[in-house]
């Protein structure tokens, strides 16, 4: 399945559907719905807010590098460390995604040296619709296996998010929370953790391993 059909939490509802037909069942738990005229937009559509997702930067010569697949792990004592870096009512409000991804933004910005510290950078989160209150009115069905997020974008400098400490990082984070969009300058995070797609089985137990295919200008934490 392409990405233009569905997005992680709809391959998972999709792949699981097609999986229970496989082992014998008469039907899915969750039957996949198409429904995609619920998504159509506005006539005409209406700009409400300022979307820095789609904001085209100048490139420098920090704009194209090569890029390395590696797998890192970060356990319960890793995200516990990352924590104890942080004020205390960020330390205990704060997800696990949420710390892990304020603390690799500012790794990865430091590990590319930008020599002009008044370089814009930007953190593109996944947000998935499905989840959010008050999203769609009437509200998605629970087959829906479209595509159904957004990416709002944190926005800072290089020297601001190198020389801040982490809770600056993890502020901008927790304020953006309110496609084809620009990369220069971005980096974005996944979290495909809740997608199900390791309980998937097609009658030979479930999956080992699930992971990027190629290097992507995306980090999947799963």
Known sequence: MNHTMSDGIGISIFL????EIAR????????????????????????????????????D??????????????????ISAIRALLPQHQAQNSTSFEVLTAFIW???????QWENQ?????????????FRRCTFNP????????????????VTTVGKLCNEPIEYALELRE???GPCFTTLGSFMISDLSKAAL??????????LFAGVAKLVLIIFLV
């Open 106 to 112: 500012r790794c990865r910005t430091k590990a590319l």
């Open 61 to 78: 010569n920090k704009s194209i590098f090569e890029p390395y697949h590696r797998s890192f792990f970060f356990g319960p004592s890793e």
């Open 198 to 207: 390791k309980d998937v089985d097609f009658g030979w137990g479930k999956a």
């Open 16 to 19: 699981n559907a097609l999986a």
């Open 175 to 177: 304020k953006s929370k």
């Open 139 to 154: 509200p998605l069905p629970k087959g829906y296996y479209g595509n159904a997020f957004v990416f709002p974008a944190a």
């Open 24 to 59: 014998g069942a008469s039907k899915p738990t969750i039957l996949p719905v198409w429904c995609r005229e619920i998504l159509c937009t506005k006539d005409p559509p209406k700009i409400t807010r300022v979307h820095n997702e789609y904001k085209q930067l100048e490139p």
């Open 118 to 130: 008044d370089q814009e950078v930007r953190l593109l989160c996944i947000v998935n619709a499905r």
